[in-house]
């Protein structure tokens, strides 16, 4: 049976905040290798907070006091296995610090080599990274008291009004075995859907279920369907030049019924038909690459149909159009 | 609303128009399922059609809850409605929450009036990804969620705190794993069925994963789902024999800097238990002094299924719910036995309702937590016929 891959992708966001009139100065703060709390309700909280958690009325700038940069550690956690997200590769310590000056304690990560090196009670001591950026990530605790090197603040660099964080997550697992067994189909030359127990339509690419009459299907409801359909929808994409774009010339992106197919397969590139002769009920055929040089990598759990990888092209067969009106019920 | 709770909300429950729990299912807490979620929310609701033999359009307002983030799609919770019947066009609502804020939603809706019943779902698949590296998200954007400060993080620090407050040892939260071990093992839909007891000694052996919890204190992430239908008091008593009625759920908020909060206390469950007429501000959660035998509103619990995703979590909840020895606090094995994450807290309902539905017990509340170290915490308060 021919292998296919599992599924390996990293989902990434970059988020971009604004920071507002109280967390703004404190990120600035950090930047420039320094902590600032803010006095609220006759305390000093840090981190500092835009309301009075009490009251929930509204703290001024005005308010904010310098902190630390040594305090003293409440409680703590040791890391022995760091994730991805965490500040540290090595085993490190999470730990609530309350900083001098303050009444509250502020999360953040110990860098203290040993477990046997943490304990409640433990003086824990500001350092600022060489590279900073106005992220909470720009400092971090060591063990003791000793105050961290004079930062060097750049004078022209401003206050933070927005911070960066670009989020992500690794999603690994096997293709689920009907995808698994669609995208093999692909590779063999074969283009498979399932047929539903419920009223007999056809699904490709199935999804492993007919959402229609809310019914499972299983290996025992593939079918094979044709190489050649009707077009039932189509758009003319212009590449705008993003970042990461590699198309350059304009393109057709189709929806297909295939032959025997009750649902559309949509994304179906179609690059040596001109837009001007392409239209609804035009009957294409594709045309496989070599078995051999099929691709099937973009196909995943969530996404990928009939990918690029697997054709040449989709040429006219020189049929007879369909009518569109019997294509009504697809519009996409 | 009475007058008479308002002005004493600590004894005893508002008066909410009565809705029942009317069906329940869950799928088995998998440690991975290879397929569509979709696949986990139809087999539950094949389960919930079937016991009250209504059909899909019999069901007049569904709600979900489910994590986007965790399923690794955009909208990904929009494909779930497949599950649950997108045709003929469903009258459909969603939380980016557990599926017991599902159940909030759908039991207020009810209450409008003007519909009768409500499926409501929670699913979710955790395999696919570390969840830990998901749920730090939910932490405060500028201060916390950049350190990558995930909930298993913040537990291991909330744990040290009960420590360094003399609230709890080690061996307590070791306690906690062997008797939800041992409950699990009688659960069929529970991921960790221990072949025979653990021994507190043997847990505190074990290395430590998030110190001083050891993996053993987390509650392994699943895949799975669950959901319940819930109808107005007519309508519940036409859909089953054993109807087990909502007599109120309250949801309460702490602060998303920890370090603002006591860590070593809930005070948001003891709001919220005060709210219900339970916990210890009604005399105690159980049959202990104070209680009334008859739980006209004040406590009399013979079951609490809580929302326990680090052992520590127990001691603290069962403190803040004034649970004496006479409740039986996760029978079902708890999150600790399966944790099929945005399902969790709605099996807690479903567990304490099976109890009311086949007799085993009479009153229980069901717990739910959202947030890391318990910062949101949800009870659901059920009673039987008698």
């Known amino acids: ?332 | 609303m009475a007058a008479a709770s308002a002005s004493s909300a600590a004894a005893s429950a508002p008066d909410f128009p009565d809705i029942a729990v009317v069906a329940t299912a869950q799928t088995p807490a998998h440690a991975r399922y290879d397929g569509p979620e979709v696949h986990l929310i139809m087999d539950c609701v094949d389960q919930l059609l079937a016991s009250t033999g209504l059909s899909r359009d019999g069901i007049d307002f569904t709600i979900a809850g489910s994590c986007d983030y965790l399923s690794g799609m955009p909208f990904a919770f929009v494909t779930n409605v497949d599950g649950m019947g997108a045709w003929p066009p469903v009258y459909e609502s969603h939380v980016e929450m557990d599926g017991a804020w599902a159940l909030f939603e759908a039991w207020l809706r009810l209450q409008v009036g003007d519909v009768d019943t409500a499926m409501v779902v929670g699913s979710g698949r955790s395999s696919p990804c570390n969840a830990r590296e998901v749920f730090h998200l939910q932490a405060d954007p500028y201060a916390v969620a950049p350190l990558g400060l995930d909930p298993d993080a913040l537990a291991g620090i909330q744990a040290r705190s009960l420590i360094d407050a003399g609230l709890a040892s080690e061996s307590d939260f070791a306690a906690v794993v062997a008797r939800s071990r041992a409950a699990a093992a009688a659960n069929p839909m529970a991921q960790v069925q221990a072949s025979g007891a653990v021994a507190v000694a043997d847990l505190l052996a074990e290395p430590y994963d998030m110190a001083p919890l050891r993996a053993h204190d987390v509650a392994p992430p699943a895949d799975g789902a669950a959901a319940v239908i819930i109808a107005t008091a007519e309508r519940a008593r036409e859909l089953t024999d054993r109807p087990v009625w909502i007599r109120g759920i309250d949801h309460r908020i702490e602060s998303h800097h920890p370090g603002l909060r006591d860590l070593t206390d809930s005070a948001s469950v003891r709001t919220a238990a005060a709210t219900l007429g339970i916990g210890p501000a009604a005399g105690g959660g159980g049959g202990g002094e104070g209680a009334d035998p008859d739980g006209g509103g004040t406590a009399g619990l013979d079951v609490a299924e809580l929302h326990v995703t680090h052992a520590h979590e127990e001691i603290i909840l069962r403190s803040a719910l004034g649970l004496d020895d006479s409740v039986e606090v996760n029978p079902s094995g708890g999150p600790l036995g399966g944790n099929p994450v945005m399902a969790t807290g709605l099996i807690r309902v479903i567990e304490a309702a099976d109890r009311i539905a086949s007799g085993r017990a009479r009153r229980a509340v069901a717990h739910a937590s959202s947030g890391p170290a318990l910062q949101q915490n949800l009870l659901c308060l059920l009673e039987g016929d008698g």
């Open chain 1, 1 to 332: 049976m021919t292998a296919v891959h599992d599924v390996d992708f990293t989902l990434e966001y970059p988020y971009t905040r604004s920071t507002g009139p109280i967390v703004g100065p404190w990120l600035t703060g950090l930047r420039d290798g320094r902590i600032l709390g803010l006095r609220v309700g006759g305390r000093v909280v840090c981190p500092p907070v835009e309301y009075d958690p009490d009251t929930g009325v509204s703290t001024s700038p005005d308010d904010l006091t310098e902190v630390g940069p040594a305090g003293t550690v409440t409680a703590w956690t040791w890391v022995c296995a760091p994730t991805s997200k965490h500040p540290f590769a090595q085993p490190f310590a999470f730990a609530q610090i309350r900083l001098d000056g303050a009444d509250t304690a502020m999360l953040h990560a110990v860098d203290a080599g040993d477990m046997a090196a943490m304990s409640t009670g433990m003086r824990v001591v500001a350092r600022f990274r060489p590279e900073r950026r106005g992220a909470v990530t720009d400092v971090y605790f060591v063990p003791g008291d000793e105050p961290p090197p004079p930062v060097e603040a750049d004078p022209d660099a401003g206050s933070v009004e927005t911070t960066e964080h670009l989020i992500g997550v690794r999603i690994r697992e096997p293709l689920f075995p009907f995808r698994a067994r669609f995208a093999r189909g692909l590779l063999e030359g074969r283009i498979l859907g399932q047929r539903s127990p419920a009223d007999g339509k056809v699904h490709v690419p199935s999804r492993g279920y007919d959402a229609l009459n809310r019914v499972a299907m299983g290996p025992e409801h593939d079918v094979e369907v044709a190489d050649v359909g009707t077009v039932t929808s189509f758009t003319e994409i212009a590449p705008i030049q993003y970042h990461g774009q590699t198309e350059t010339e304009p393109w057709i992106r189709c929806s297909v019924l295939l032959d025997s197919a009750d649902t559309t397969v949509g994304g179906i590139d179609v690059r040596h038909i001109g837009v001007e002769e392409f239209r609804v009920g035009m009957r294409l055929r594709m045309v496989w690459k070599p078995e051999g040089e099929r691709d099937v990598s973009a196909i995943e759990n969530r996404w990928g149909g009939i990918t690029g990888g697997v054709y040449e092209r989709w040429e006219p067969t020189g049929e007879p159009d369909v009518d569109p009106e019997l294509l009504k019920d697809h519009p996409f």
